[in-house]
T-cell receptor
Framework: DTEVTQTPKHLVMGMTNKKSLKCEQH?????MYWYKQKAKKPPELMFV???????INESVPSRFSPECPNSSLLNLHLHALQPEDSALYLC????????????FGPGTRLTVL | GEDVEQSLFLSVREGDSSVINCTYT??????LYWYKQEPGAGLQLLTY?????DMKQDQRLTVLLNKKDKHLSLRIADTQTGDSAIYFC??????????FGAGTRLFVKA
């Protein structure tokens, strides 16, 4: 299995809602990433988990809260988002910290009303 | 800081070759990647080249690396309409960070 899966595919939420994005991989990768991608822009790194520990937080606002329950799962909890947070949220994984080859999921298209 | 630059658009006719160019600034690059993104989808790794190589060929794809000029190119032979997408050049220098270029939008005309 060489796939990264993400759910849901699309999400529409209000500014007072709480929702979660989920990401799963079964390739035995020990590093997992959240990226945010706005239209016609490259992905921007948000968080990196390595061996289930948060390794990088790129100064992301606290309304985004990542969680890595185990080596296969990565969640992104969303609360009190703003309309400018609307974007494609991509999850990726890589074998470990020694290689940059990342496998991306299809993304969750988030719209904040 | 590190930077990766790409031209934003490229238009070619079906059957022609496409060449997408990229320049990067970091001298300590270890791997350089090309990713493809189709509309509404995630990024798909196409190919990569290790920094001590100058060329890599993989079926219709040829990657050329000029380390002295910090220039990377991706050539797609016999370009098809299914190749229409955004192509991102990415520079991996170690740790967890990959620096992505802005992406080149490839249009293939039938």
């Amino acid at each position: 299995d060489t796939e990264v899966t993400q759910t849901p595919k699309h999400l529409v939420m209000g500014m007072t809602n709480k929702k979660s994005l989920k990401c799963e991989q079964h390739m035995g990768h020990r590093a997992m990433y959240w990226y945010k991608q706005k239209a016609k822009k490259p992905p921007e790194l948000m968080f990196v988990y390595s061996y289930e520990k948060l390794s990088i937080n790129e100064s992301v606002p606290s309304r985004f809260s990542p969680e890595c329950p185990n080596s296969s799962l990565l969640n992104l909890h969303l609360h009190a988002l703003q309309p400018e947070d609307s974007a494609l949220y991509l999850c990726a994984s890589s074998q470990d910290r020694t290689g940059g080859e990342q496998f991306f999921g299809p993304g969750t298209r988030l719209t904040v009303l | 800081g590190e930077d990766v630059e790409q031209s934003l658009f490229l238009s070619v006719r079906e059957g022609d070759s496409s060449v997408i160019n990229c320049t990067y600034t970091d001298s300590s690059s270890t791997y350089l990647y090309w990713y493809k993104q189709e509309p509404g989808a995630g990024l798909q790794l196409l190919t990569y080249i290790f920094s001590n190589m100058d060329m890599k060929q993989d079926q219709r794809l040829t990657v050329l690396l000029n380390k002295k000029d910090k220039h990377l190119s991706l050539r797609i032979a016999d370009t098809q309409t299914g190749d229409s997408a955004i192509y991102f050049c990415a520079d991996y220098t170690g740790g967890f960070k990959t620096i992505f270029g802005a992406g080149t939008r490839l249009f293939v005309k039938a």
